[in-house]
C-alpha cells in the first residue's frame, strides 16, 4: 500500500473526531486546539506470509496545542489534559466498534490502539503547551 493512500485514510479517519477542531498534517499552526497528525517512520513487518501477504504496523502521532494556567487552584491545565484524552478514548472506541480507517480493498485493518495511556507534554512556553500520544494500527495486506 502506498503512503499516500494510507496517509489519506488517516487523515479523513480522524475527521470524524468531533473533538478535534483544526487540524494539519504534519505541519501546521501551534495554537489553541488545533490538531496535528505526524507520520512517523513507515510501515514495518509484523510478519510475512509464504503466498505474499504480510501482517503490517505503521504508527502515526497526534498532537494538540492548549492554553496552559499558571493560576493556582485551578482545573484549567486539567480540563486541558481531559479534552486530549477525549481523543484518546474516541480512538479506543473506534477499535472497539470496529471503525477503521479505509486502507482499500487489499487491507484488513486488525486493530486500532494508543500507545499511551495518556498524553505527554512535548513542550511549552508562556503561550501554552503541546500535548502528544502515539497511535499504532495494526493490518493484514494481501497481495
Do not use: H
Request: hydrophobic share 35%.
Amino acid at each position: 500500500m502506498s503512503n499516500k493512500i494510507r496517509n489519506n485514510a488517516i487523515w479523513e479517519w480522524l475527521q470524524t473526531c468531533t473533538t478535534i477542531g483544526n487540524m494539519f498534517f504534519n505541519f501546521g499552526d501551534a495554537k489553541n486546539d488545533n490538531t496535528g497528525i505526524v507520520t512517523n517512520v513507515s510501515e514495518s513487518y509484523i510478519k510475512k506470509f509464504i503466498n505474499g501477504d504480510a501482517r503490517k504496523k505503521c504508527n502515526f502521532t497526534v498532537l494538540q496545542f492548549k492554553e496552559i494556567s499558571t493560576l493556582p487552584n485551578t482545573k484549567d491545565n486539567l480540563d486541558s489534559l481531559n479534552d486530549i484524552n477525549e481523543i484518546m478514548e474516541w480512538i479506543t472506541t473506534q477499535n472497539t466498534i470496529r471503525n477503521y480507517p479505509n486502507f482499500g480493498d487489499k487491507c484488513t485493518i486488525e486493530k486500532v490502539e494508543n500507545l499511551q495511556d495518556a498524553p505527554n507534554i512535548a513542550g511549552q512556553d508562556l503561550q501554552g503547551a503541546k500535548y502528544m500520544f502515539a497511535v499504532s494500527i495494526t493490518y493484514l495486506e494481501r497481495i
